[in-house]
Nanobody, 125 residues
Framework: QVQLVESGGGLVQAGGSLRLSCAASGRTFSVYAMGWFRKAPGKEREFVAAISWSSGKTSYADSMKGRFTISRDNAKNTVYLQMNSLKPEDTAVYYC??????????????????WGQGTQVTVSS
């Protein structure tokens, strides 16, 4: 089992920045990649970014690329999501997730095996 605990959400003004953290524990050695997804009211869950745990290869949704940066600290078993130039449209609950399948398509939420509790990000206009 893998446990994921998120932190760093909050209220920010448009144009501001925020960094989310996801601390992983348990059988983290079995994890292939970590991803961030978000869920806004009335919208489907949306892929944000992902990173390979071992290689550090990153993937981003087109709308987030250039504004958001995913990174990881292997020693701390922690994944981060740096969010810059935030927009009101970024308001959502952000979830950290872990996928075990090495052949998984990291942008597909159904491929992920473990999920964090989510952290609320609210961007005011």
């Amino acid at each position: 089992q893998v446990q994921l605990v998120e932190s760093g959400g909050g209220l920010v003004q448009a144009g501001g920045s925020l960094r989310l953290s996801c601390a992983a524990s348990g059988r983290t050695f079995s994890v292939y990649a970590m991803g961030w997804f978000r869920k806004a009211p009335g919208k489907e869950r949306e892929f944000v970014a992902a990173i390979s745990w071992s290689s550090g290869k990153t993937s981003y949704a087109d709308s987030m690329k250039g504004r958001f940066t995913i990174s990881r600290d292997n020693a701390k078993n922690t994944v981060y999501l740096q969010m810059n130039s935030l927009k009101p449209e970024d308001t959502a609950v952000y979830y950290c997730a872990a996928v075990k399948d090495y052949s998984a398509t990291v942008y597909a939420s159904w491929q992920y095996n473990y999920w964090g509790q989510g952290t609320q990000v609210t961007v005011s206009s």
